[in-house]
T-cell receptor, first 116, second 115 residues
Framework: GAVVSQHPSRVICKSGTSVKIECRSL??????MFWYRQFPKKSLMLMAT?????????EQGVEKDKFLINHASLTLSTLTVTSAHPEDSSFYIC????????????FGQGTRLTVV | AQTVTQSQPEMSVQEAETVTLSCTYD???????LFWYKQPPSRQMILVIR??????QNATENRFSVNFQKAAKSFSLKISDSQLGDAAMYFC????????????FGTGTKLQVIP
């Protein structure tokens, strides 16, 4: 398998502040990473596709100015929740594709964000 | 666009027995992949089994096997000899082989294993 590390695993922030979540592929290079949001007892909802060296592709309804994604290297993608509100509280999960084609997706352990 | 449907929000199985989780999907792609993921209370997503759409043979991984019916767009997961550690949320998912290879998840089935 392969390891994807997500940091932090839990974060509490105040309303109006920004918080950054990191997603690292530890033992492989990932051209493409994905960011998901999961509400309690719900499925994973794709927020955006992050491609190294280019702008992220956001899913319909996801505010790109609120959820800033940067994929500056082949092993790191970051999600920054800007001007956080309590409704942004959720579980955020990243995944990384290993390889170019016929690839496997590996998931981080997730980040529990609580905005107070 | 792809859609994945899991019609069983919750299932239960007696330890050591067999259980089948249902999944149907819809895609316009000819080349795609199907997956079952397990999400235990830790929330870590774990790949259980994968199936390439072009393969007719059903995938098998130890106690886990699938029944892939391509014409019916059905992809069920069978867990044999259920163990307490199998208790988790199970998500069926599909992924195109081209483009960004986005994964689309079903709504999940919560599996309870009864000792």
């Amino acid at each position: 398998g392969a390891v994807v590390s997500q940091h932090p695993s839990r974060v509490i922030c105040k309303s109006g502040t920004s918080v950054k979540i990191e997603c690292r592929s530890l033992d492989f290079q990932a051209t493409t990473m994905f960011w998901y949001r999961q509400f309690p007892k719900k499925s994973l909802m794709l927020m955006a596709t992050s491609n190294e060296g280019s702008k992220a592709t956001y899913e319909q309804g996801v505010e790109k100015d609120k959820f800033l994604i940067n994929h500056a290297s082949l092993t790191l993608s970051t999600l920054t929740v800007t001007s956080a509100h309590p409704e942004d509280s959720s579980f955020y999960i990243c995944s990384a594709l290993k390889g170019q084609k016929n690839t496997e997706a590996f998931f981080g352990q997730g980040t529990r964000l609580t905005v107070v | 666009a792809q859609t994945v449907t899991q019609s069983q929000p919750e299932m239960s199985v007696q330890e050591a027995e067999t259980v089948t989780l249902s999944c149907t999907y819809d895609t316009s792609e000819s080349d795609y992949y199907l997956f079952w993921y397990k999400q235990p209370p830790s929330r870590q997503m774990i790949l259980v089994i994968r199936q390439e759409a072009y393969k007719q043979q059903n995938a098998t991984e130890n106690r886990f096997s699938v029944n892939f019916q391509k014409a019916a767009k059905s992809f069920s997961l069978k867990i044999s000899d259920s163990q307490l550690g199998d208790a988790a949320m199970y998500f069926c998912a599909s992924r195109d082989s081209g483009g960004y290879q986005k994964v689309t998840f079903g709504t999940g089935t919560k599996l309870q294993v009864i000792p």
